[in-house]
Structure formats: C-alpha cells, structure tokens
C-alpha cells in the first residue's frame, strides 16, 4: 500500500500570508494526487486534483504541484475562510490513501 | 444537483453489525463508481471500499476486508455498505462519496459507534 506523509501537521499564519503544505508518497506515483480542505463539521471539499489541475469553483490563489513522491498545495495569499484541515490523498492504487492532514489555523 | 445522503449508523456493541445505505439522486447512479470513506473521532480520513458502477469489482482497505461488503442496487440509487464482525476501531463517521477516487461530491455522513 501506498502510505501519504503529510507536513507540518499544523500550521499558524494571518490572512495575507503565503502558505505551503507538504505530501511525500511512499512510492512514485506519478501526479496522482488530490488536496481537500475540510473545515469543522462539515464534508471534505475538492480543490486540486491530478496533483496540479484546479477543481472547478475552487479560487486561484490554490495550487497544486509535483510528481513522483513529493507534491505540494499553495495558497498564495491566506483568506480567512481558508483556514482548517488539509489533507493529500493519492488515486494511483487502491488503498486510496490520506495523509493525516494539516491543520490551518490563525496565529 | 448531485445529492448523497447517508443512513443506517448508529450504537453497536462490538462484534455486532450495520448496513449502512446512501441514497443518490441528481446524477445516473448506474454510471459512476461510488466509495466509502471514513472519519475516526479526531482523525483523518480512510477510504474504506469502492464498487464499480456495474457492482462487478470492489475494493477494500486491508483492515475491512472479510467483515465488510459494498454493494449497490442500481434500480434503487442506492450504494451499502454491510459492516460485520464490528470492532471499536471502526467507530467514525462514515462518508459516501461519488466516483472511485477523486470525490467531488460527498454525503454529509452518517456517525458509527462500537462500544460495549
């Protein structure tokens, strides 16, 4: 099975900041990879998938990008509806597994 | 609009069982893989079990497989989830999701607890 590392596991930043997240596979899978945002009480929402194209809907400030074992998300400029728990999952075999996420949160 | 609502959870005593169902409406249920992912208290997310849109192939992650079978009644739009054998390490929300990896669309959950 294919094992998703997420980091850091959590995060501070203020509305404005540019903010990397970080999914290293523990195999190469190409870009087979898909970011999503959940935020508390709710269903995890979309935002890139095939590691780089951005979900429709999903603002641009969101990015994806890598192949093989490391890929990363970027928001460019940190809104404040955007802060929660992020989390990689990889579509290359089944298991489709998550990573442990990232939690977002206002410093 | 794609609408996916999850029912059937509830309080289990370990090694007891649960259907859970998902009904689907606002898509052609017979054309899409759908999938099971879960939510432990506190955690992040597993994908449990996929079925292809024909119900010929399923897959399941190693820790449900021989206690748990997804299945779909496509004249119904319905996908299931039979959960057996039940342990407390199953306890979570559990989450139907449209296609076989990449889901746009989620219902909002319905909540699995094990306990004695």
Redesign the interface.
Known sequence: ?IQMTQSPSSLSASVGDRVTFTCRASQSMRGSV?W?Q?TTGK??K?LI?ASSAL?EGVPSRFSGSGSGTEFTLTISSLQPEDFGTY?C?Q?YS????????TKLEVK | EVHLVESGGGLMQPGGSLRLSCAASGFTFSTYAMSWVRQAPG?????VS?IRRDGGAT????SVKGRFTISRDNSKNTLYLQMNSLRAEDTAIY?CAKDS????Y????TQVTVSS
Do not use: I, K, M, S
């Open positions: 099975d898909n999503y959940q269903a995890p979309l998938y979900q989390f999952q579509t089944a298991p489709y597994n998550f990573g442990l996420g | 955690r992040g997310l597993e994908w996929g897959d399941y992650t190693d989450y990896t990449t889901f746009v989620w219902g909002q959950g």
